[in-house]
């Protein structure tokens, strides 16, 4: 593979289940992020890791949560889903020494 | 606090010259960026700009003025292929970018 792969592509989950989002990347990028995309409000940043072993909150982290135990996956876990946690997800990544965030091709989550 | 701005739709016709314009307000800044989305897509970079100035790139050309908080993104001889969103985005400190709500471009024949 090349580039970023996230999985589930789409998710239907149920209010009140724990849910996993994955994204893996091998581009060894130092940096990875994740976003949520709702109509009308765009991108906005949920978590963010500069390295691997260390995180930090973004704009909108509140029921969300991650982990970087390695360079290449960055889980993102929402503990007890609500439904206005539905949104599209991107993952991203970037290199310390260049300045392009490439993205993976989303996951479409509905909590109901 | 973050503030970036614009348009959230504009029309152009096809071959013809379109203006995308942003404005910020951020805490600090570290670069800007514009991402093309098309619908149900990911965001793929477009260009980026740090110093003052015009970046050109093929068709799309980027500028940017740090002291008036402005950029544009200009498309030139547009095509239907660039129906799609574009999105501005500042980089105050450290990796992550601050996204505008971005601009839907629709490209009439």
């Known amino acids: 593979i090349a580039g970023i792969t996230q999985a589930p592509t789409s998710q239907i989950l149920a209010a009140g289940r724990r849910m996993t989002l994955r994204c893996t990347q091998d581009m060894r990028h130092n940096a990875m992020y994740w976003y949520r995309q709702d109509l009308g409000l765009g991108l906005r940043l949920i978590h963010y890791?500069?390295?691997?072993?260390?995180?930090g909150k973004g704009e909108v982290p509140d029921g969300y949560s991650v982990s970087r135990a390695n360079t290449d996956d960055f889980p993102l876990t929402l503990a007890s889903a609500v439904p206005s946690q539905t949104s599209v997800y991107f993952c991203?990544?970037?290199?310390?020494?260049?300045?392009?965030?490439?993205f993976g091709p989303g996951t479409r989550l509905t909590v109901l | 606090g973050q503030n970036i701005d614009q348009p959230t739709e504009m029309t152009a016709t096809e071959g013809a010259i379109v203006q995308i314009n942003c404005t910020y307000q951020t805490s600090g800044f570290n670069g800007l960026f514009w991402y093309q989305q098309h619908a149900g897509e990911a965001p793929t970079f477009l260009s980026y700009n740090v110093l003052d100035g015009l970046e050109e790139k093929g068709r799309f050309s980027s500028f940017l003025s740090r002291s008036k908080g402005y950029s544009y993104l200009l498309l030139k001889e547009l095509q239907m292929k660039d129906s799609a969103s574009y999105l501005c985005?500042?980089?105050?400190?450290?990796?992550?970018?601050?996204f505008g709500k971005g601009t839907s471009l629709l490209v009439t024949p």
């Open positions: 985005a500042v980089r105050d400190s450290g990796y992550a970018l601050n």
């Open positions: 890791s500069n390295t691997a072993g260390t995180t």
């Open positions: 991203a990544s970037s290199d310390r020494e260049f300045n392009e965030q490439f």
